[in-house]
């Protein structure tokens, strides 16, 4: 598991193995981001959650992340996860063969990559705009944002 932090507990909230995506609720860019992760992960391999969640919180807490002032995608898996360039290629990697071609773009050097990454997420809301509050999954969507028991 390459370029991953490991914690010395398993995630809250996750099953064994069950891959999460945390992302930014209001954000335009980042919505636009997990209709296309939920439209092409066809054998549902990826879960998500809004930061702004409870379980986001949750696991941004896990993760000694920012639990104010995100601005990163993160994913993860049992006691690992990933931020920046790397979560974006743990996503692909997670998604049908089609898409393992960009992959290739690991060839550029992780600190480029994540400037390159940190410029688009620092300037998203001017970029790509910003929702006044976090969306519902649409129903047919919702087994797939992940939900703590009640």
């Known amino acids: 598991m390459p370029a991953s932090k490991t914690l010395p507990s398993p995630a809250p909230l996750l099953k064994p193995g069950e891959t999460v995506v945390l992302f930014d609720g209001v954000c335009k860019l980042c919505n636009g981001w997990v209709r296309f992760v939920i439209r092409h992960d066809r054998q549902r391999r990826v879960r998500l959650a809004?930061?702004?969640?409870?379980?986001?919180?949750?696991?941004?807490?896990?993760?000694?992340?920012?639990?104010?002032?995100?601005?990163?995608?993160?994913?993860?898996?049992?006691?690992?996860?990933?931020?920046?360039?790397?979560?974006?290629?743990?996503?692909?990697?997670?998604?049908?063969?089609?898409?393992?071609?960009?992959?290739?773009?690991?060839?550029?050097p992780r600190p480029l990559r994540d400037w390159a990454y940190d410029r688009i997420a620092l300037n998203r809301y001017r970029l790509f705009g910003k929702y006044d509050t976090c969306l519902l999954p649409d129903p047919d969507h919702e087994q797939r944002f992940l939900k703590a028991p009640r």
Do not use: K, T
């Open 50 to 108: 809004a930061v702004q969640s409870p379980e986001g919180q949750a696991l941004l807490a896990w993760a000694g992340l920012p639990m104010d002032q995100f601005h990163s995608m993160a994913v993860i898996r049992d006691r690992y996860y990933w931020e920046r360039s790397q979560a974006f290629f743990e996503v692909f990697a997670q998604l049908p063969a089609i898409w393992r071609p960009v992959n290739l773009l690991r060839i550029i």
